[in-house]
């Protein structure tokens, strides 16, 4: 495959709500995005993934779109974000819109008219007669039946989310056209591409009880691109949940002419009980999470193209969940961050995980905001689960962890917002010491791992292109080689906080990165401190 922009870039996820506030009403807005941009540039990265910025009504924070060309009064307006799209692209910084085009907000126009009757509109969406009661019973990834009933019209409507998300119905072709007028629209304003949400849905077939991966999926996004995306330089990721190897080429392929990569999740499902949910835990097993990472690397064809991921705003922070925040937190942080920013694929950094953020613990359900966890701690409690088990699922995967506002520095509320203003979200205390400030201060921060990590995958084509292989080694070392055009390097990890010790039959000739200030020469014999992580050239 030709070589393109978006597989030599480095990405970075803002969630705008919580990003920066420029006018004081303790809300992240796009001017704040604007003024931070400087900081982005010193990371170094190509791209952003803008969550959702359009008009919502913020049941779902966003993911619920009441008009998709207009901006949520809330972030500011359309020309904040024509400015914003101006000064990014004048850094080099393209932005990347997230189009959630799944479902709209139940405040969208087109389902108010299709309350009303309007059989143009009614056909917008996914109505059913009420006849037999309940269509089927397919539930919503939130909770409860996938049917809401509208009792003035005697008939159900379809939502795979909250039932203020109802579902559009791709079958039409007039909701199609919609779409293709919406992503042209952001094209004219100089977006650089989307991030389409759950897109994987849009094939269902719900009275077959299809839903991911639908027989018209395919020739939806192929349409799509004719429509929209031949002949331009964009890149469109698939928010695809049960993306494999095997399947991710019939999004990717360029002979498609489909999407640019795919965001697979098999690796965040390595902490829940199998086939269960994301809140039925279970401890990381290491060596899982490099069969499933390796599988990654190894079994994509060359047609395909995925990116590469931690966290995001809907998991929690990397460094609470699979890292040492107690003990090792910048040694664990880097550690991670080299492991994945080493791997092939497009690496996406969600904002703060440069700065060693954390999971913000939660112990009344007044201080949740996510409507998932909320749903969750209902239904939990009406099946009179105990709290403690609740508290700790939410804490330990809710997505409000990932959502509290970003730790600019140790002023009041972390920068995020003016002295005497309440952030729409309360602020990690961590912040005092976690915080952009104080990781720009100190030359061996993890901000500045991560700032190498982007340099390094510019400078070396190897670690775009390089051919991966796994080492054979005990559980809790991650070690694997990359090698391009003669070169060959071995990235070495300590998954673990307790001392390893290790014999590689290599030698050294470069040190690359580490997490500890260390060079490496014979590999014969290594003991590796907790989480100690390197790379290192070997020919
Ligand atoms: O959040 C999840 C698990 O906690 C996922 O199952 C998530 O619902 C799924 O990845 C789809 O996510 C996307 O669409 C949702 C929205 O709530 C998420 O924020 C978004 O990333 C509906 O639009
Ligand atoms: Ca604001």
Redesign the pocket.
């Known amino acids: 495959m030709t070589s393109k922009w978006w597989q030599q870039s480095v990405f970075y996820q803002i969630y705008p709500r919580s990003f920066q506030d420029s006018n004081h009403d303790g809300i992240g807005d796009l001017n704040g995005i604007t003024a931070r941009l400087p900081y982005l540039k010193e990371l170094g990265i190509d791209a952003i993934w803008l969550s959702p910025v359009f008009a919502s009504p913020n049941v779902?924070?966003g993911?619920?779109v009441s008009d998709y060309c207009a901006i949520m009064p809330e972030f500011g307006t359309m020309e904040d974000m024509e400015e914003l799209i101006t000064a990014a692209n004048n850094m080099g910084i393209k932005i990347i819109m997230d189009l959630?085009v799944?479902?709209t907000s139940s405040e969208h126009p087109w389902f108010k008219k299709a309350l009303a009757g309007d059989p143009h509109y009614k056909d917008y969406y996914i109505f059913r007669s009420d006849k037999k009661g309940l269509p089927n019973d397919l539930n919503s990834?939130?909770g409860g039946s996938a049917w809401e009933y509208v009792p003035e019209r005697k008939e159900y409507y379809f939502h795979l989310?909250a039932k203020e998300?109802p579902d559009l119905n791709w079958e039409n072709p007039a909701v199609r056209k919609e779409v293709w007028q919406i992503m042209n629209f952001w094209l004219q304003k100089g977006v650089g591409g989307f991030r389409l949400?759950?897109i994987e849905l849009i094939g269902k077939i719900p009275d077959q009880k299809i839903i991911g991966d639908g027989p018209l999926l395919h020739p939806y996004l192929q349409e799509m691109y004719r429509e929209v995306l031949a002949e331009k330089d964009v890149v469109t990721i698939g928010?695809t949940?049960s993306v494999t190897p095997l399947t991710a080429p019939l999004y990717t392929d360029p002979n498609r002419k489909e999407l640019s990569m795919v965001f697979q999740?098999q690796h965040m499902a390595l902490d829940e009980v199998p086939q269960t949910s994301?809140w039925n835990l279970k401890k990381l097993d290491v060596s899982e999470l490099k069969t499933v990472l390796s599988r990654w690397q190894t079994q994509l064809p060359a047609t395909a193209w995925n990116s590469l991921f931690w966290s995001?705003?809907?998991?929690p922070r990397i460094l609470s969940r699979w890292g040492n925040p107690d003990c090792y937190p910048v040694e664990s942080s880097k550690m991670l961050a080299i492991l994945l920013h080493m791997m092939k694929g497009t690496p996406f950094i969600y904002q703060g995980e440069e700065l060693g953020m954390t999971n913000q613990e939660v112990s009344d359900i007044k201080q949740l905001d996510d409507?998932?966890s909320i749903n969750y701690y209902t239904k939990e409690r009406a099946n009179n689960t105990k709290t403690a088990k609740i508290w700790q699922a939410i804490n330990t995967?809710g997505?409000d962890n990932a959502r509290t506002p970003m730790q600019w520095s140790a002023a009041q509320h972390a920068g995020f917002t003016t002295a005497n203003v309440t952030p729409w979200y309360p602020i990690n205390p961590n912040y005092t010491t976690i915080n952009a400030a104080a990781c720009l201060q100190d030359k061996n921060s993890i901000f500045y791992t991560y700032q190498k990590l982007i340099r390094l995958r510019k400078e070396q084509p190897l670690i775009v292109w390089g051919d991966y292989h796994l080492l054979n080694t005990a559980e809790t070392i991650f070690a694997y080689t990359r090698s391009y055009q003669g070169e060959t390097w071995l990235i070495c990890a300590n998954f673990s906080a307790s001392e390893q010790t290790l014999s590689l039959p290599y030698t050294a000739k470069q040190t690359i990165i580490t997490n500890y200030p260390s060079t490496y020469c014979k590999l014969e014999q290594l003991t590796l401190r907790p989480y100690e992580t390197f790379v290192v050239k070997l020919h």
């Open positions: 779902d924070n993911y619920d959630v799944n479902h990834f939130f989310f998300q949400d759950v928010e949940g999740f994301k995001n705003h809907d998991q409507i998932e995967k997505r």
